[in-house]
């Protein structure tokens, strides 16, 4: 599957952003989809996953509570809604799909995903 990330921008500190990530093909809702991030001179980190069966959506523990996954399969779009961003949240926003299931102990293992997007740049100002 192709990925195409978009939506991220620049922010003031306690602003929003609404990245999205729109897969190719017919097959989407067999997908398990997340979110990781890569700040400059930092690994990538997991930041939010849903499973292909929907349900539970994960989140790391510094966003919960202010970002939002989301997806639309009749749109074949998952959606990052970001909330009271700070500064610390600055960093290239990557999609990631999976075909099929992630088990849970691996959801947030970047590893785990075969397909990427190109990234979206999010930048929070102080």
């Known amino acids: 599957v192709q990925l195409q990330a978009s939506g991220g921008g620049l922010v003031q500190a306690g602003g929003s952003l609404r990245p999205s990530c729109v897969a190719s093909?017919?097959?989407?809702?067999?997908?398990?989809m997340g979110w990781f991030r890569q700040a400059p001179g930092k690994e990538r980190e997991f930041v939010s996953a849903v499973r292909s069966s929907g349900g539970y959506i994960y989140y790391e523990d510094s966003v919960k509570g202010r970002f939002t996954l989301s997806r639309d399969n009749a749109k074949n779009t998952v959606y990052l809604q970001m909330d009271s961003l700070k500064p610390e949240d600055t960093a290239v926003y990557y999609c990631?799909?999976?075909?099929?299931?992630?088990?849970?102990?691996?959801?947030?293992?970047?590893?785990?995903?075969?397909?990427w997007g190109q990234g979206t740049q999010v930048t929070v100002s102080s």
């Open positions: 990631a799909a999976r075909n099929g299931q992630i088990i849970l102990s691996n959801i947030r293992r970047a590893g785990a995903y075969d397909s």
């Open positions: 093909g017919r097959t989407f809702s067999r997908y398990t």
